[in-house]
C-alpha cells in the first residue's frame, strides 16, 4: 500500500512541476541579461536597456518565443525582414524610466543626435509630453508606431 502512494505522490509532484514551468501563458519581453544577451537582429550584446526592445511570437498555442533587440531601428528592421511574424506584443523601454511599454502605444523620438547601439537614432517614450520635450532637446520629431514603421522602412531603403 505504501508503494502504491508513494508513486501516487510521485505522479502528484510531476503535475504539479509541469504546471509550474516557467513557460508564459502570456506575451511577455524577454528577459534580457545587459552585458550577455545578444540582439536577434544583429548578433551584438545588448549593454543598454533604454534603447532596448523585443517581441513575443506565439511558436504553438500558449507558447511564446521573445527575441531581444539592442536597437528599436534594429527591432523595425526585423519586423519587416521577417514579415511572416505576427508579433504577439512588441515593446520597448521608455527613454527616461528604462520600464518596459508598449510599443505600438509608445511615442517616439527621431534624432541624429540620439546616439543607438546601431546607429538608428530612435528613443521611446511613454507619453506625448515627455517625447515633445525629448525632440526639442534633440531636434528630432515625434512620431507614433505606424509612422515609426513607415519612416524606418523609407529610411533603409534610401541607405
Not at 528604462?98 to 521611446?124: C, F, N, R
Not at 517614450?125 to 509612422?147: C, R
Request: a negative charge; one cysteine or more.
Amino acid at each position: 500500500m505504501r508503494m502504491v502512494l508513494r508513486w501516487w505522490l510521485m505522479g502528484l509532484l510531476v503535475v504539479l512541476l509541469a504546471a509550474c514551468t516557467p513557460t508564459p501563458a502570456a506575451p511577455a519581453p524577454a528577459k534580457i541579461h545587459y552585458g550577455e544577451t545578444m540582439c536577434a537582429d544583429c548578433g551584438m550584446i545588448i549593454n543598454e536597456p533604454k534603447f532596448a526592445g523585443s517581441i513575443a511570437v506565439e511558436e504553438s498555442p500558449g507558447r511564446y518565443q521573445s527575441l531581444p533587440f539592442d536597437d528599436i531601428g534594429d527591432m523595425l528592421a526585423y519586423l519587416r525582414k521577417h514579415a511572416e511574424i505576427i508579433p504577439a506584443g512588441v515593446w520597448v523601454h521608455d527613454y527616461t524610466s528604462e520600464e518596459w511599454i508598449d510599443a505600438t502605444t509608445a511615442y517616439y523620438v527621431e534624432s541624429e543626435q540620439i546616439k543607438t547601439p546601431m546607429g538608428h537614432g530612435l528613443a521611446a517614450f511613454a507619453t506625448q509630453a515627455a517625447a515633445e520635450t525629448f525632440a526639442a532637446e534633440v531636434d528630432g520629431k515625434v512620431l507614433d508606431w505606424d509612422h515609426i514603421r513607415i519612416e524606418h522602412a523609407m529610411a533603409e531603403h534610401h541607405h
